[in-house]
Every structure is written in C-alpha cells, then in structure tokens.
T-cell receptor, first 114, second 117 residues
Framework: ETGVTQSPTHLIKTRGQQVTLRCSSQ?????VSWYQQALGQGPQFIFQ???????GRGNFPPRFSGLQFPNYSSELNVNALELDDSALYLC?????????????FGPGTRLTVL | AQSVTQLGSHVSVSEGALVLLRCNYS??????LFWYVQYPNQGLQLLLK??????LVKGINGFEAEFKKSETSFHLTKPSAHMSDAAEYFC???????????????FGQGTILTVHP
C-alpha cells in the first residue's frame, strides 16, 4: 500500500509568482486535506476536497485554490505569492468517506518565497 | 469554534523519565482528539486518537493519553522516555458533528520534546 506522496519536496519562488503543489492520496482514499505549517507553528487547515468537490475551507484568501482529480490526487495552487506564504505545506488523505477521522499525512512540500 | 492549547512549547526529560505533554481543548460539540508526532523534515504521524468509548487510549511507541471531559484535557504520557522520542508533538481536535462535518483538524502550537542521556 502506497502512502501519501507530495511533490516537489522543496521549492523556491519569488514574491508575486504562482506555485502548484501536488499530492497523491493513499490507495483507497477519496478525501484530501491541505494544511499550511509556518515555522514554529502547528498546521493550519487550508481546505479539503471530497470526491472532486471542495468540502470545507479554512481562513485563507481566494488566491489559495485547489483541485482534486478523478483518481483523487490533488493540487494546491497559490497565486501572487507573498513572503508569509513561506511554509511547509502538508497534504493528508482520509478513507472511503468524508467521515473518516484518521488523516494520513504526506512528508510535505517546503515552500520558500523570496 | 474549536481550539487547542498545548502548555509548554519545550519539554526536556532524561532518558527513562516520565514524559507528560499537556493539551487542553475547546469544542462546542463532543470532540475527537488526536496526538501526532513530527520528526525533523517529515510529515505528521498519528500516535493515538480518542473518538468514543474508553477514555484512556493507547497508541504506538508506548504512548497513551486520557480524555478528561470535565477538565477538557487530553494529556499525552509515556512512562519511560527513549532517545528516539525526541521530536515535536501536536495535539489536534476535530468535531463530531456528523452530517456534513468534514473532519477539519485544529492543531495546537506543538511541544518540542528533548530527551537527554
């Protein structure tokens, strides 16, 4: 069974650019959640996708957007990057319904905005 | 709104000593509670979770936690620390509202555990 994978591992961008982060969910999981973890902080919920639809959103501006594909993999897109967007971005997948509370996390993508 | 407070951003113990990491939560509905561990440059790994039933839950690597509703607490313990336990630990809560609830996790700020010989 393959776990949650994320790409790329690290990314450096400049302010104002756009970035796309990718996540492959664990086999059999149809729900993907994205979290932002700033240095020294706990993860903050960005949004969740369930069966290709956004299923909940945290307190993040619209320049944070996402997609989920038919194979349940997901993308996180961030437009007009700001310095404060520098963080570890974590993807988590969960099981066969939006009800499953156990979320399995990937290793994260470290984004640095200069 | 839910929230989690972890008391103590850094905890240091000797190898073999008791580990106690504190977590208090706020939730308007019965909560589901979790402890995750994060090793440097890695994602989060679930240590244990409380959903319903027995309030003392056992997890991996010898950790356990007790849900105390009256104290709104979910403290993590391990009787004897090992050097490999050095990591950052996060307490998290999600609601048990049912229906359209989607299990958004709200995390605490984290506690860095240092284990010295």
């Amino acid at each position: 069974e393959t776990g949650v994978t994320q790409s790329p591992t690290h990314l450096i961008k400049t302010r104002g650019q756009q970035v796309t982060l990718r996540c492959s969910s664990q086999s059999g999981h149809n729900t993907v959640s994205w979290y932002q973890q700033a240095l020294g902080q706990g993860p903050q919920f960005i949004f969740q996708y369930y069966r290709e639809e956004e299923n909940g959103r945290g307190n993040f501006p619209p320049r944070f957007s996402g997609l989920q594909f038919p194979n349940y993999s997901s993308e996180l897109n961030v437009n007009a990057l700001e310095l404060d967007d520098s963080a570890l971005y974590l993807c988590a997948s969960s099981g066969s319904s939006g009800w499953t509370w156990e979320q399995f996390f990937g290793p994260g993508t470290r984004l640095t905005v200069l | 709104a839910q929230s989690v407070t972890q008391l103590g951003s850094h905890v240091s113990v000797s190898e073999g000593a008791l580990v106690l990491l504190r977590c208090n939560y706020s939730s308007s509905v019965p909560p589901y509670l979790f402890w995750y561990v994060q090793y440097p440059n890695q994602g989060l790994q679930l240590l244990l979770k409380y959903t319903t039933g027995a309030t003392l839950v056992k997890g991996i690597n010898g950790f356990e936690a007790e849900f105390k509703k009256s104290e709104t607490s979910f403290h993590l313990t391990k009787p004897s620390a090992h050097m490999s336990d050095a990591a950052e630990y996060f307490c998290a809560v999600t609601d048990n509202a049912g229906g359209t609830s989607y299990g958004k996790l709200t995390f605490g700020q984290g506690t860095i555990l240092t284990v010295h010989p």
